[in-house]
Nanobody, 122 residues
Framework: VQLQESGPGLVKPSQTLSLTCTVS??????????WAWIRQPPGKGLEWMGA???????YYRPSLKSRTSISRDTSKNQFTLQLNSVTPEDTAVYYC???????????????WGQGTQVTVSS
């Protein structure tokens, strides 16, 4: 399976960050897989943001829940992240990843995209 993130690299403060993960080699609707968004701010560790299961259930990090929306387009085998009201603290490398069971720990995710840098700045 291959995962590829896409989206703008620069977002202005207070705007919405939108990223898409395109998955190839396997359907995002089969098995008990979980497809997540994980980010790494500069100088910090990996932070699990949320995930969508193969059945379509969605889970969010509690601290980000009010600003985060995860959805999917099964016809394109893609899932997306929207993060509202961004601030410079949302600057990070954003990854999409796949786990074989539910987890909010990045260590449990086995397949990763290459990551995409998103900078929040005016």
């Amino acid at each position: 399976v291959q995962l590829q993130e896409s989206g703008p690299g620069l977002v202005k403060p207070s705007q919405t960050l939108s990223l898409t993960c395109t998955v190839s080699g396997e359907s995002i609707t089969i098995n008990d897989d979980y497809w997540a968004w994980i980010r790494q701010p500069p100088g910090k560790g990996l932070e699990w943001m949320g995930a969508i299961s193969a059945s379509g259930s969605i889970y969010y990090r509690p601290s980000l829940k009010s600003r985060t929306s995860i959805s999917r387009d099964t016809s394109k085998n893609q899932f997306t992240l929207q993060l509202n009201s961004v601030t410079p603290e949302d600057t990070a490398v954003y990854y999409c990843a796949r786990a074989f069971q539910w987890s909010d720990s990045p260590d449990e995710y086995h397949d990763w995209g290459q990551g995409t840098q998103v900078t929040v700045s005016s």
